[in-house]
C-alpha cells in the first residue's frame, strides 16, 4: 500500500525540519516511519530527492511523498551470516560484496538485516523499522565489519562513538594507477552529485568536511594496494577521495574506474566488485567501555586476484 502526497510550506512553517513538517500533515504516519521513507528516497523537497531527515524548510517549496507502508518492515531471513562477536549488546559480522546492509528503496530482502533478526531474533528499535540495530553500515559491493546494536542503549552508545569518530575503521583498498605518495591525508568536502543522484563528488551539494588518510601496502605495475582510514563518515567518501586523486578503486566504474583492465598481460573485464574491504574495526564496549578490536581478512576473490597481479 502507498499513498503519493504533495504539500506547500507556509510561511509560518519555514524552518521547520522535514520529517517534522510531514508528521504535522500525515498524521497516520509515525515519525520514525516517515524519517524512513526520507531515507529511502521517497521525498522530494521542489525538484530534489533528500535523503536527510533534518533538513530545514523554505517558504513556499513543495514537498512531494511516495509513502509505501509495504516497505516499512524488515522481515527474518534464513542467509549466510559470519559472525566475528556476539554477546548481549552488540554481533559483529564480515558482511559479503553483494549483501545490502538493510532494506531501502528498491531493496526488500537478502540483506545483512534481514539476515541478522533470524540470528539474533531482536535487534535495536532505534534504527527504524527497516534498520533496527544498524549503527553504520558498507555499501553493497563493500565487504567487511559492521558492529551492530541489541538493543536501545548500546544503539546510543555507539552512535555516540562514531558522531566523536572515536571508532577506528580501517579498510584495504586496490585503486589504479601508481599512487605518489607512502602515505597521505585527502582533505576534501563531500556533496551529492548534481546530475547523478546515486553518485557523491568532491563538492557538490550541500558538501561536508571530509578527511581520509591512507598508506601504501603494495605497489604493482598499474595498481596500488592501500590501507585506509575514513577519519569521518561521508557516503561514498573512500570512493569520492581516492577518485578525486584520479586514482578510483578496481571495479568502481561508478567513480570512474574502467570497464576493462590488464591483468598478467592479458585484458579482461575489471573486477566484478569494488576493491574495498573493511579490514579493522576498533570501539569501547557499549556497556563495559572495555575497548575492542577485530579484524577480518581480505575475501578469497579479493586475494585471488592479488595473486593474479603478482
Not at 516499512?72 to 556476539?86: G, H, R, S, W
Not at 559491493?141 to 571508532?167: I, P, R
Request: glycine share 10%; hydrophobic share 40%; net charge positive.
Amino acid at each position: 500500500m502507498s499513498e503519493i502526497r504533495e504539500f506547500t510550506v507556509s510561511p509560518s512553517e519555514a524552518g521547520v525540519r522535514l520529517d517534522v513538517f510531514l508528521a504535522r500533515h500525515m498524521p497516520g504516519w509515525t515519525r520514525s516511519q516517515l524519517q524512513q521513507q526520507i531515507r529511502c528516497g521517497l521525498v522530494t523537497v521542489g525538484s530534489r530527492t533528500v535523503y536527510k531527515a533534518g533538513e530545514a524548510l523554505e517558504a513556499g517549496v513543495r514537498i512531494g511523498i511516495r509513502a509505501a507502508r509495504h516497505e516499512l518492515q524488515a522481515v527474518a531471513e534464513d542467509l549466510p551470516l559470519e559472525v566475528i562477536y556476539e554477546d548481549a549488546d552488540l554481533v559483529v559480522v564480515n558482511k559479503p560484496a553483494g549483501m545490502a546492509t538493510h532494506p531501502g528503496a528498491g531493496v526488500k530482502s537478502g540483506t545483512l538485516v534481514n539476515a541478522l533478526l533470524h540470528h539474533v531474533g531482536t535487534l535495536s528499535q532505534s534504527g527504524g523499522e527497516l534498520r533496527p540495530g544498524i549503527v553504520h553500515r558498507l555499501d553493497r559491493m563493500t565487504s567487511g565489519l559492521v558492529v551492530v546494536a541489541k538493543n536501545d542503549q548500546a544503539h546510543t552508545n555507539l552512535t555516540e562513538q562514531f558522531k566523536a569518530h572515536q571508532v577506528l575503521k580501517t579498510y584495504l583498498a586496490l585503486a589504479h594507477g601508481k599512487v605518489r605518495e607512502d602515505a597521505g591525508t585527502i582533505r576534501k568536502p563531500v556533496g551529492r552529485d548534481p546530475w547523478h543522484r546515486v553518485r557523491m563528488r568532491a563538492g557538490g551539494l550541500r558538501a561536508r568536511p571530509a578527511q581520509t588518510t591512507y598508506r601504501v601496502i603494495r605497489r604493482f605495475s598499474a595498481f596500488t594496494l592501500l590501507e585506509v582510514v575514513p577519519r569521518t563518515g561521508r557516503t561514498h567518501q573512500i570512493r569520492v577521495h581516492l577518485a578525486s586523486l584520479g586514482h578510483p578503486l578496481v571495479g568502481d566504474t561508478l567513480y570512474g574506474a574502467p570497464s576493462r583492465i590488464m591483468v598478467g598481460g592479458r585484458e579482461q573485464k575489471t573486477f566484478e566488485r569494488n576493491f574495498l574491504h573493511a579490514a579493522r574495526l576498533e570501539f569501547r564496549h557499549p556497556r563495559s567501555g572495555a575497548p575492542l578490536s577485530f579484524q577480518a581478512p581480505l575475501p578469497a576473490d579479493l586475494e585471488e586476484f592479488l595473486g593474479r597481479l603478482s
